[in-house]
């Protein structure tokens, strides 16, 4: 921990909140001593602990909404995410990383009080994050996680941080040049071509463990062009282009949360709705999902889609993309049991008059496993996947 933001002889803890595994969330900041009198963020740790009944958790998670926010007003809003989507640590299976934070999970055996523990350390200061410094963050991660699974008899086995974490992009590149966990979509549109589908992604290792994934896919400025006048022409009351090219780029979000990071999600705000992990869905026309079980744990296996590209990405070709990434995320993890809305569902989503399908080839959907046996944004209570230094608490630690 002293090795962080090139190092420092002393730190010290805040002394108004601490980690304690007597509670379901808490959190503390560690602070870098510089000159005599002066502090500084340095880390922010927080810990989660997850009860055994599902009905008792009371996380609310809101999904990550725009993400090319902080990108507003420049020439190429897509170009470039505000944030890499998860990189896996290792194969995933310890937990994942991202540009400033990494975050470990120890999942426990099926009898005891707690379902699992997630801890996240977050680096507490602005400057970038070196490779060093990921490495750094993910050991008291870990740490935190293994020692607060002991405290709760949780007899949780964590495999040890990866030697080297490569560096998050967060440059979207051509689909045709993007692997990792967008490789469905690569291979999606070599079948059935691409119409107005996106022709960037945003991807991450594929880890085969991963509890939480994600591939980000978008429209540049030129192919936003070139299928906007059939958009202006289906829609009652179109948006304007130039707030789509400058402010509100189309996009879609494909992400998997596996066990208890599937608990507690919703939509994002204004119009927030729950994502049941237990049955597939869809929240209006912008977000649907598909289920399955990995490893006796609950999977949700999501698709976002940015409005209005949700009134242009309709019936048989959204149907094929959610079967696509659900059928891959879920393949990858051996995961069984997966289950889609229904078709009708999907050809709904087509309102009178609007855009045909993408494509005039016939759709190709991934198998529905059957089972072989009988598996964001935090707001109050705690945080969640993607709370931020700056609103974490934190103080002295009960995790030694």
Excluded: N
Aim: with cysteine; aromatic share 4%; charged share 25%.
């Amino acid at each position: 921990m002293l090795a962080l933001h090139g190092g420092t002889d002393r730190v010290e803890l805040s002394d108004r909140h601490h980690v304690s595994t007597d509670e379901r969330l808490s959190g503390c900041t560690v602070y870098r001593v510089d000159d005599p009198g002066t502090t500084y963020g340095h880390l922010v740790l927080t810990l989660t602990l997850h009860p055994a009944d599902p009905g008792t958790d009371e996380r609310r998670v809101e999904l990550d909404g725009e993400p090319f926010e902080r990108r507003r007003g420049t020439d190429d809003i897509t170009a470039a995410a505000d944030r890499p989507v998860p990189y896996p640590l290792g194969d995933g299976g310890l937990g994942e990383y991202e540009s400033d934070r990494a975050t470990a999970r120890a999942p426990c055996p099926d009898g005891g009080e707690i379902s699992s523990v997630e801890a996240t350390a977050a680096a507490g200061y602005p400057d970038p994050v070196t490779p060093e410094d990921r490495r750094t963050l993910a050991t008291p991660a870990r740490q935190a996680a293994e020692r607060a699974a002991q405290e709760r008899d949780c007899a949780a086995r964590l495999p040890q941080v990866p030697a080297e974490l490569p560096e998050p992009e967060v440059a979207l590149g051509p689909v045709a040049e993007t692997g990792g966990s967008c490789a469905w979509y690569g291979r999606l549109v070599a079948e059935r071509g691409r119409g107005a589908l996106p022709g960037r992604a945003l991807a991450a290792p594929a880890g085969r463990a991963s509890a939480h994934d994600a591939c980000l896919l978008a429209l540049g400025e030129d192919e936003t062009r070139r299928i906007w006048p059939a958009y202006e022409k289906s829609a009652e009351h179109a948006r304007g282009l130039h707030s789509t090219l400058s402010t509100l780029p189309l996009w879609m979000k494909a992400e998997t949360f596996v066990g208890d990071g599937s608990r507690g999600l919703w939509t994002d705000a204004p119009l927030s709705a729950r994502i049941d992990p237990a049955a597939p869905g869809k929240a209006g026309g912008s977000t649907w999902w598909a289920t399955s079980v990995c490893d006796g744990r609950p999977a949700v296996h999501l698709l976002q889609v940015a409005y209005p590209y949700d009134r242009i990405v309709t019936g048989d070709r959204l149907e094929a993309l959610l079967h696509a990434y659900a059928g891959d995320a879920a393949a990858r993890r051996g995961c069984t049991g997966v289950a889609y809305p229904e078709a009708a569902d999907f050809a709904r989503s087509r309102a009178p008059g609007g855009p045909r399908p993408l494509s005039d080839r016939p759709v190709s959907l991934a198998p529905c496993h059957r089972p072989r046996s009988a598996s964001a944004r935090t707001t109050s209570p705690g945080p969640g996947p993607r709370s931020s230094p700056s609103s974490a608490t934190c103080g002295t630690a009960s995790v030694r």
